[in-house]
């Protein structure tokens, strides 16, 4: 909005605003804008979820000292998808269909962390959409994105081709373009690459959701993986960074580091009242939507096999749930003492606060490593 009035309409009458052009300038305020909406806004938030009694309820069978945490009002995610979604529209250029793109997913899964959030405050537990139904919503609206991505394939301003970490040449198509040429069978030609887009924006959602256990965990890992997706999605729609890394060129994806950086500000700024002790919990409407958006962000850009180096944290997360619960179906034991692996790690003896700082540690480490491989190819 401030794009279009301040630089393509008062542009030619007023020339210092060309300035509104350059995409770093307006990721850099789109972060700050973010940053200030989350600290100003915050605290009326956090008053209107007391207000409305809102309040996290805690898993009997999780570790004994986080019962002290119930009551604490939790979907703050309101307040993260507010400073992401204003910020972008703010300063982004709105006739980047990718923008749209990362808006709407960011909404979707929003709306579905609120449905499960909502239940539980209703009902008052800890159990909200069935299992079944939050994964249906969430392939739902990962299905829709496949779908808009294929779109804008056919109008050449997406690829379906795969880059790989470490190798320039290599760049597997998950189009079979043999199907495309068949009558009734062309929409079958996307069928890999829907298949692997939806699952990949499903486990990404998923594995915020399961990090998110800890005061200021998930969102301080997700300042991390915003931080490195900035930089990833201003390369890739760079002409000379792009050719120079030998990366797959899109221009338009360019557009979307103002929405990361947005991502970068909303989640610094949701941390300070997020920080141990938490004064308000994200719920599902934020940890949905930021791992929904990290996971579209990754598609986008072609990025997809750095998102577990990208969010790595998130996949170990993940990957430790998907461990347990198979090891006690088909042996009767457990791998860890308890999943996600940071009730593991409390477990140990760990206070929360050593197992927040040496996971946001590791964080930091995986998205160096995935931002090395740009020049390691």
Request: hydrophobic share 55%; proline share 4%.
């Amino acid at each position: 909005m401030l794009y279009w009035l301040l630089y393509q309409k008062l542009f030619p009458y007023f020339r210092p605003f060309r300035i509104f052009r350059y995409l770093t300038f307006r990721t850099a305020f789109a972060s700050l804008t973010a940053l200030l909406i989350a600290l100003i806004i915050g605290p009326y938030v956090i008053e209107k979820l007391h207000e409305f009694q809102i309040g996290q309820y805690i898993r009997e069978e999780g570790p004994k000292d986080h019962q002290k945490k119930a009551g604490t009002p939790t979907m703050g995610g309101v307040l993260i998808c507010i400073a992401i979604l204003l910020p972008t529209l703010l300063w982004a250029d709105l006739s980047n269909p990718f923008v749209w793109l990362m808006m709407g997913s960011t909404v979707a899964f929003g709306a579905i962390g609120f449905a499960d959030d909502y239940i539980k405050v209703v009902k008052r537990r800890n159990l909200g959409l069935t299992a079944r139904a939050k994964l249906g919503y969430q392939i739902l609206a990962s299905l829709a994105i496949s779908i808009a991505l294929i779109a804008m394939q056919t109008q050449g301003m997406y690829s379906t081709k795969l880059s790989v970490p470490f190798v320039k040449r290599l760049q597997p198509d998950f189009a079979i373009h043999a199907l495309r040429h068949i009558p009734h069978f062309g929409l079958l030609a996307f069928l890999p690459f829907v298949v692997f887009t939806v699952l990949l924006i499903v486990f990404s959602s998923n594995a915020v959701n399961l990090t998110d256990g800890l005061d200021g965990l998930a969102i301080g890992c997700t300042i991390i993986a915003a931080g490195a997706l900035t930089v990833l999605t201003y390369v890739s729609g760079h002409v000379v960074f792009a050719d120079y890394l030998e990366l797959q060129r899109m221009p338009l994806v360019g557009e979307l580091s103002i929405f990361c950086g947005s991502m970068v500000g909303a989640s610094i700024g949701f941390l300070w009242y997020n920080a141990h002790p938490a004064e308000v919990f994200m719920g599902d409407v934020g940890s949905l939507a930021l791992g929904g958006a990290i996971g579209t962000v990754a598609v986008a850009i072609k990025q997809e096999l750095l998102l577990p180096f990208i969010g790595g944290i998130f996949v170990l997360e993940a990957m430790s749930v998907i461990l347990q619960v198979g090891s006690y179906k088909l042996r009767k034991k457990r791998i860890f003492k308890m999943a996600p692996l940071h009730h593991h790690f409390e477990l140990l003896g760990w206070s929360e606060a050593k197992v927040i700082t040496r996971f946001w540690i590791l964080a930091l480490l995986f998205a160096l490593l995935a931002l090395t491989t740009l020049k390691l190819r």
